[in-house]
């Protein structure tokens, strides 16, 4: 069986495959201060709940955008199912032509949602991704990777607005019932929420006409059903993308 990693800022991904099957998936809190063992304890409980044997797990590939973790899943694959990850970095095959000023600054996330989106749904594409970050991707219909847009993600705008603004509390993060708020809560709601579907419409409108118009949109990440429910402008969620990016890289580089 193969471990998939998708190591974010603010979540850790990690999905079990069984072949081209997802067997098993979770997310857990990113913690730069968690130690080997405590992430260890915590996967393999996880592992033991779905009645997956450790032992069963022989092949692992990560993809990482916290440096300061990279040795740390380094060490815990290593004493968890005693194998070294194929990490997703210069010089592992990805059959990703990436047309970028700096092709290495193309975070490994981006590149196995590429991967993933290319395959399952063919290109052109713009791929909306909306967790920590909302990233957006843009793929001609060669498959080249040409680059796209990145903005503040909805939680960092949140969380921003409550610590600057005295006296704005946080409040949930669900669809207000009008765009006008009637009251704090319900003005704020429709402020980030609306405020994101207009961010996502506008950005997509913008690279598919650089992309000649007939681009599909792909949304993932931690936001992207909220966001997607909202607008016609994102065709398709998958919320599993970056993990079966990472299976197909992995089969591109098995020896």
């Known amino acids: 069986m193969l471990l998939t990693l ?3 800022n603010t979540n850790i991904t990690l999905g079990i495959f069984d072949g081209e099957d997802l067997i098993a998936t979770w997310r857990i809190a990113t913690d730069v201060e968690r130690l080997p063992d405590e992430y260890a304890v915590i996967i393999l409980s996880l592992l033991q709940h779905e ?3 450790a032992d069963a ?3 692992a590939i990560m993809a990482v955008v916290v440096p300061d973790l990279e040795p740390v899943f380094d060490a815990v694959v290593q004493r968890c199912f005693n194998i070294s990850p194929l990490h997703v970095t210069t010089g592992v095959r990805t059959g990703l032509r990436i047309v970028y000023d700096s092709p290495r600054d193309v975070g490994a996330d981006r590149v196995a949602d590429a991967v993933a989106a290319i395959k399952l749904y063919g290109p052109p594409l713009v791929i909306v991704d909306l967790g920590t970050a909302t990233v957006f991707d843009a793929i001609n219909g060669d498959g080249d990777y040409l680059g796209g847009a990145i903005a503040p993600g909805l939680g960092i705008a949140s969380e921003a607005l409550f610590r600057r603004a005295a006296k ?4 949930e993060l669900h669809r207000p019932e009008t765009a006008i708020g009637r009251n ?5 709601q429709s402020g980030i929420l609306f405020g994101y579907v207009g961010l996502v419409e506008g950005i997509v409108a913008r690279i598919k006409e650089e992309l000649g118009g007939s681009a599909k949109v792909i949304g993932t990440g931690g936001w992207a059903e909220i966001i997607a429910r909202e607008t016609d402008a994102i065709d398709k969620v998958d919320t599993q993308l970056t993990l079966i990016g990472l299976r197909l890289i992995h089969e591109m580089n098995k020896a």
């Open 6 to 8: 998708d190591v974010g």
């Open 51 to 53: 009645s997956v044997a």
């Open 57 to 59: 797990v022989d092949e």
């Open 168 to 171: 704005l509390s946080r409040v």
């Open 184 to 188: 704090t809560v319900g003005a704020i």
